[in-house]
């Protein structure tokens, strides 16, 4: 709404009368319009359907060298054995047992979407977003052929990584399922 | 029973009314404290205590004081009063920063003692750069700037943020002896001030298949989070401020996302995006963190509200009772559903309880702060506290926290998170010293 028309006493009072209020027409606008390839950079979003999975792809075996190259076992230990950031592989049953669960990638995680998606954003800690797409894919089936839910020559992209079914796939509930 | 005053008023007969010496709450309402029947007992001699020493003039009455700085710190006696942390030298791992509420009183969390986790420390933005964008299933995607962001309404709220972790070490084999501050802080109370989400979200319009949004911050991780739609156009708020001031570093700055009520976790610091979809998108922090193991090895999911809660801060462990005689329990309670109704408290495990006075204003997801008046005798007691939120939530007893969740199997650290969203009663038992040790009753 310019001055101008802030002036505009009759225009002000149909605005209070309510012929605005309710209307997005007339609600404050400061933003500014983005388009999709603007906001590329940051729409790094991935659904457990694999909705935003970028091209390009890798094998368990592109991924141990990832893994190698930028030093993964300083944190996770030797093939993921586990060091200062916890293992990524390994987790036994999740009842049961004298000792509380460990919740690991392979007895826990329902969607191995998730593997990509954080490593993509978080790893690695020092140096976070520095890998390539198809650095991410190759560690993220490194780790889960290390897990032994995929094969040691399955290559994971955005087709195949969102078919993989994690061995908790269905292990969760809702807590208030009337709601969410 | 009852005696009149010089001013006229009248003064209560402060008999028990609950076990242990537990004292009518209307006690703290400004009239005078008589012990009934304590003067013969000398139950009451703490009121009054021996003869005060002679007064002196101090050295700070001789002379000026320092110049009054441009930020004002909490005085240099009060260096005790800060966050404890568990990762100092900021390794490669997350940070908690919990906040001092055996060293504090009232319900605001002073914005250099707000609890903080932060995955990948303390995030350093720009605010001139820092962006705000709200895309996905919107009809117009769009990009704010901070200065943009300050000519929409605002408004103001005062709401609690509490990890889904914080009570965590309560849930453990044997009580872990550590203070109010290592068992219970990871929640503060604040008042935010910024935009409704729902506001913006009127410029960019809603597609009707949109049914949650995503919220993700600018920090190393790029935190996010999955929130029901509903909760936008509900009471979330894009905060600006805290306390008064723009939002502290460590809690978000230059914005941070406010859903009063909701899991920590959910409200994200350093926000810079948020985009609207019609699914969760199964973010490792709601999949692997904040679900909830049960017993028979399903995971509860979703678990967003933080239940009724109350803890008692005075006195509490490592706050120790000198004598016999009069003292004010006091503690805080809040409910992620709504305002608390009471809160009652316990001086013997349990057996018996008495409503606290509860201090006004009373706000819907925000810190009450409780307080009880408590004649000690110098026996053992325990006590506890219990809050009933004003939708009728009570906060449960321990056995009945772990009937539904399970028996704990160890005694981790006390920085562990072994439990979310733990709510039980929390025991301080008092010895015939006055020690006061974490117990369970």
Known sequence: ?180 | MNKRNKQGTQSLPLEPVAGNGLLDRRALLGRGIVFAGAMSSGVGTALTGAAAEPLEVGPWSLGPGVPVPPYGQPSKFEQKVVRTLTNPKLEPRGSAARTPHHLLNGTITPNGLHFVIARGGQTEIDPDKHRLVIHGLVKQPMVYTLDALHRYPMVSRISFVECGGNSAPVYSKEPIQADVQALHGLCSCAEWTGVKLSTLLEETGVDPKAKWFIAEGADLPTMNRSIPLAKAMDDAMIALYQNGERINPSNGYPMRLLLPGYEGNMNVKWLRRIKLVEAPVMAINETKQYTILRPDGKAWQFFFPQEVKSFITHPSPGLNMKAPGYYEISGLAYSGNGPIGKVEVSADGGKSWAPAALQAPVLSKAFTRFRMPWNWDGGPATLQSRATDEAGNVQPTRAAFLAERGEPKATPPVIAFTMEHFNAIASWGVDGKGEVRHVYA
């Open chain 1, 1 to 180: 709404m310019s001055m101008r028309r802030a002036r505009n006493a009759p225009f002000a009072l149909m605005l209070v009368l309510g012929l605005g209020a309710a209307n997005a027409a007339d609600a404050p606008r400061f933003g500014q319009p983005i388009g999709p390839a603007d906001l590329a950079a940051w729409d790094i979003s991935i659904g457990p359907d694999g909705a935003g999975l970028p091209p390009g792809g890798g094998t368990p075996a592109q991924g141990a060298e990832v893994y190698a190259k930028y030093a993964c076992a300083l944190c996770h230990g030797d093939k993921g054995a586990g060091g200062p950031s916890g293992p990524l592989v390994g987790g036994g049953p999740l009842s049961g047992g004298d000792r509380p669960p460990a919740k690991l990638i392979g007895n826990y995680w329902p969607y191995a979407t998730t593997v990509f998606d954080f490593t993509r954003r978080a790893m690695p800690w020092q140096q976070p977003k520095t890998l390539t797409d198809d650095e991410v894919y190759a560690v993220t089936a490194y780790i889960l052929a290390l897990n032994k839910i995929i094969g040691e020559n399955d290559v994971m992209n955005a087709q195949t990584l969102p078919k993989v079914k994690m061995p908790n796939r269905d292990g969760f509930v809702s807590k208030y399922p009337e709601k969410y």
